[in-house]
């Protein structure tokens, strides 16, 4: 999206964000990561913040585990690739998403059966209206499918300042995602792991660099079983997948279904391979992305009685 901030400010320590935060107080202030998750619906008359620490370091390590503690402003995907550099598992299922570590811990990122939340042991953060520092155990942070206490309680009033992470020494692959164990050998190590995911990722999902999208932009709808029993009497093979609390149903499914697949409005575009995304193709304003998610939201819930929600974060 073609819009502006009032100001933009990068720290460089906790202490450069103390102070930016002091000297900006009373102003609106955005914390961003690397913006892949963000729609700006027009200019940001405010004060964007953005972390440029980018260091990883060991804290602990025991026979079984190796604690990483990771700066918010390291890119999530750099920090993977290092890690399974050195034959360190659990984060390779979230290879090549898009962003930087502490937004990723806000918004408890996931693909392929893992989600952040899994292997996130702690986060320490900055309470924005006096400086204080705390931390928060995983328990703490309420993390729940793209969700967590800082998209709630504490939305705004915390900037995540760094993350760390419990990881396993001895691997365990997590392989029951889609067609992900067909595409590596028997044994495969972290790395080989990384390099499916990015492979599968590759073919579904749009490159940001070159196509401009939010990642998916609905979260997946958990419906109770009687909604689903009423789709699945009306559909052929609905895919769907038993969650606490009721029925997950792929909203690219349900999108897909109500005919927007490869759909444009304006300049903005249902993705041809992948529903779920919707991109800029070109030109696109706030308001043609707002539009055509409206109009696909209002499509689902005539046809399935169903409400999508955004996972995408207007601002
Ligand atoms: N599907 C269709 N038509 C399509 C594509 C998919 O009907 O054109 C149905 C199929 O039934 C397929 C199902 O949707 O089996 C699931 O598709 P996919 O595996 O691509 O996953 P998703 O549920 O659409 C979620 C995450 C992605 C993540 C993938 C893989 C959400 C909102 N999205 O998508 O995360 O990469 O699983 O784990 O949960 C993101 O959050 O930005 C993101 C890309």
């Known amino acids: 999206m073609d819009v502006r901030a009032k100001v933009f400010a990068e720290y460089q320590s906790v202490e450069e964000l103390r102070e930016l935060l002091d000297k900006f107080r009373g102003e609106r202030l955005l914390h961003i990561g690397s913006g892949s998750n963000l ?28 604690w990483i ?9 750099e920090l993977i690739d290092q890690l399974c550099d050195m034959g360190i598992s659990g984060l390779e299922n979230l290879s090549y998403i898009p962003g930087e570590v502490g937004a990723s811990a806000v918004q408890n990122v996931g693909a ?4 952040a939340k899994d292997v996130i042991d702690s986060v320490r953060a900055l309470k924005i209206s006096d400086g204080t520092e705390r931390i928060f155990t995983n328990a703490e942070c309420k993390y729940g499918y793209r969700d967590s206490i800082f998209k709630n309680d504490l939305r705004g009033l915390y900037v995540i300042t760094h993350v760390t992470y419990k990881l396993n020494k001895h691997f365990e692959p997590k392989l029951d995602y889609g067609n992900l164990r067909s595409e590596v050998d028997e044994h495969p190590t ?11 990722r590759k073919q579904k999902l749009p490159e940001v660099s070159e196509l401009g999208s939010a990642g998916s932009f609905f979260k997946n709808p958990i419906v109770p ?4 029993n ?11 997948f038993e969650q606490d609390g009721g029925i997950k149903i792929p909203a690219a499914w349900l999108i897909e279904q109500c005919g927007w697949k490869g759909k444009s409005l304006g300049g903005a575009r249902c993705y041809e391979k992948q529903p779920l995304v919707l991109v800029n193709a070109g030109n696109a304003t706030p308001d043609d992305i707002i539009n055509l998610a409206a109009a696909i939201c209002a ?7 169903i409400t999508i929600n955004p996972e995408v974060n207007y601002i």
Do not use: W
């Open 39 to 66: 729609l700006f619906t027009g200019d940001f008359n405010g004060v964007v913040l953005h972390s440029a620490m980018r260091r990883a370091r060991c804290t602990n390590e025991d026979a079984e585990y190796v």
């Open 299 to 305: 499509d689902v819930k005539e046809q399935f009685n």
């Open 112 to 115: 392929y059966g893992v989600e």
């Open 69 to 77: 503690e990771a700066d918010n402003g390291l890119v999530l995907d």
């Open 190 to 200: 972290p790395m080989a792991v990384r390099e499916a995911v990015i492979q599968i």
């Open 225 to 228: 079983h009687e909604v689903y």
């Open 230 to 240: 009423n789709i699945a009497a009306r559909y052929d093979r609905v895919p769907h």
